[in-house]
């Protein structure tokens, strides 16, 4: 009874009166899809093909796609996935300061009133969970509106010479031609962005947050930079699929590896927490 | 009947010992002062004693109950440690309704009648963002009263406040004691916290020095 209560205090605390937050993400997917929408007519206008219909998942591919394997070659600088990092990274960012700001604040006496560190995690978790979801689901929601304004297809039909094209990708890194984006590719990296922001949760029990913040910002750019499935933000780069790219690897088994790091992450940062000192970094 | 008995505890944070092997006991009924200067400990001991920090060594036991192994923090303690914190959103009353939400409940004529005691009748209903730093300190008080708790901690109470508003802390914190609660409070105000503490603990570099009984309480 007590958790649930804790737990509503955060969705009113941490999303209720939160929620103009969720406005960014919503902007920037707008300019983003307006940006998508410009690229599409430009195929469409290069290879002369007028009636030329996209679909919304040609959008989203675009949003969530991230990059391509990169190979380093001296002629071939690193570039970052500009896209598809804001994406993840600001999700990463609207998350940060409130679990903190809670424990130091108004939070003590919610833990000491509730008789347990462990429902205040817990809750913590959901929270951070839930706002996580909240936030993809408006970038799908604009992504949607998006299409529906622009008279995109509804349907996850693929087009990948459209995304060859607009993702501007070099010519020796051939995408298959798939006719749909699987539903399962679809949920992977909102999975993958929520595992970091627990990640980031958890960091925080070490670290400041901003440092947690640029812990998370590291591994980004390291998992872009370098395809293997060791560095979990490859599960969030769709466009490494092997759905859709040769050598892509296995998206599916991003599934269980997010069940068990999720799962260790959460039991860690409990036994982390139970032994924290709830004080400010400055008192130490 | 509410004790809390601490038996040589010491905390190390960062190579630095903040507090080094204390041992006191303190029974229900009375006033406890901690005094001492910045850094000498008192803050440190509070959080302990909250269990919002664990000591490196040694035990806090209240009423028996081991501090971090048998509960995780006393079951009825109420406290205000240096600045209060609230939810700048919320009004003086809706931050307290949040926090009684998790334990006892209180309606708002209850809640009300303590905004009364601490004088912030009008006030309870304006932004807490808009509170002076002396409202904000009466607010914590309440906060920390509110449901009357057994074990009540007050890290300078009167920072901030005028004199009437350290006279109803004053008057507050003796009738916590009355009705049986056990009060500890720190104070840079010496005079004060002598005319208030039925015992006083002194601290000088995280040691306890000092314990001095009032008289008229000595046994």
Redesign the interface.
Known sequence: M?FI??FT?DIH?GIF?KCYLLILPAIMTVFICISCIARIHAYTNINDIPDFTYSVADMWLFVYGGMAQYTPTASEPFQFPAIWSAILALSSLLVLNYPTKDM???G??????????RKWWFSKILWCTLFTILYHLVIFVVILISGIISHADLTLAIDSQLQHHIHELKPYIPLMNVSHIPVSAIFLPVLISILFNLIQLTLQLFIKPSYSFLCICIIMISSAYLMTPFLPYNYAIPLRYNWIYENGFKYVYGYPAVALIVTMVILFGLYRFK?F???KKE?? | MTTIDIKNITKIIKKNTVLDNISLTMSSGKIYGFQGINGSGKTMLMRCIIGLIHPTSGRISINGKFLGKDIEFPESIGFLLENPAFLDGYTGIENLRMLTKLNRNLTDTELNTILDKVELTDAGNKKYKKYSLGMKQRLGIAAAVMEHPDILILDEPTNALDTNGINIVKDIIVSERNHGALVIISCHDTDLLINLSDEIFRLQAGQLVEHTVKKSTAK
């Open positions: 007590k209560k804790i205090s605390n009166k130091l604040g108004i003590s006496h919610i833990i000491v009133s509730s008789g347990s560190r032994n000192d709830i004080i008192d130490t």
